[in-house]
């Protein structure tokens, strides 16, 4: 089958998946059949075994909607009455954390840090040292509002010192960067079916603890982002979903699972990103392109660039330009300044890299000559 696709995405999620990836969605499966519930536990162990966690630890949790629904699940089960939750904030989705346990009334603080720098592990220890009252922390670890990479085993350390829950948003990298979840003491990690893992969007997924999920019992503030219950019905029932699953989007998840691993595992895909990134960056410096993140903290997964000094130059010229010749980039998301991102996860090699670039070049040659 020729791909249908006409242009590209250098958006990080949705993402361009394979044609084999979408083919999957031809068949419609049965939700309660043995053979789709099958797909779903083999999708949950794969998962751990990414996080490189023990199933007598850990589980996973498959959750119907997009990325933030996984969030608010986490967010709105599992604190209890009594407890706090300190979010580290350097970004629209932690600032997006925040609105969520507004939302339901939760107990929170906020450490704010700029947004083109990581959360400083030596200020949480001090923060947690003068508020004995949080018991959970709560980040991001690559924040796609910026592309910069947090570091969340330095924060997790002293986070497991001081005895508290960690939840980590790990959206944007889970499946591109390797994240050993035992290891940095991670309690819930979240991310979704159409970032790293290169499938379609339709359902996100928590990695838990599960000694801390038991305890949530009770404390969901919500009937369908009712974490425990979810992960009760699908442990009980060997991979059925509580309620609709999407089905499709499953089976197309189960099958980027395999390409995963067929293109090596999590360190040759970083390794793709991160190399692709890199070309990205330099070659878009040549052209004038300024970056917001600098080198030592920009993560493998997106970029953020300043708008040229350029009189003719316009976004949505820039844009238009570039899908008509076949790929679609992304808007910024800073207030203070004007800026563009460009992705590099989905199915973006170096060939597609030189690509844009000469593409980014013929396109100022016009605008100059306006
Ligand atoms: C994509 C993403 C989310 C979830 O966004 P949705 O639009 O709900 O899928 C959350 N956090 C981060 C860091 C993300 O990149």
Known sequence: MQDPNTYKLLTPGPLTTSLTVRTEMLVDRCTWDKDYKDMTQEVRSSLLELAHADPKEYTTVLMQGSGTFGVESVLSSIPGENDCVLVLVNGAYTERMCQILTYHRIHFKRLDFAWDSIPDAKEVEEFLKVNP????????????????LNDIAA???????????????????????DI???????DFLVSS????????PGFSFIIARIEKLMASKGNARSLSLDLYDQ???MEKDGGKWRFTSPTHVVAAFHRAISELKEEGGIAVRNARYAKCNQMLRDGMKELGFEAYIDASHQGPIITTFFYPENANFTFAGMY?????????IYPGKLTERDTFRLGNIGEIYESDVERVLAIFKDYLNEVNHA
């Open 155 to 177: 924060v997790g350390a002293v986070v497991k010192a001081a005895g508290k829950t960690f939840i980590v948003d790990a959206m944007s990298s889970f499946g591109g960067v």
């Open 133 to 148: 009252d949080v018991t959970m922390v709560a980040m991001v670890h690559s924040e796609t509002t910026t592309g910069i």
């Open 193 to 200: 079916a159409n970032k790293c893992i290169q499938g379609v």
């Open 231 to 233: 992960w009760r019905v």
């Open 320 to 328: 238009d330009y570039l899908k008509t010749h076949g790929y679609v």
């Open 180 to 186: 050993n979840v035992p290891e940095i003491g991670i």
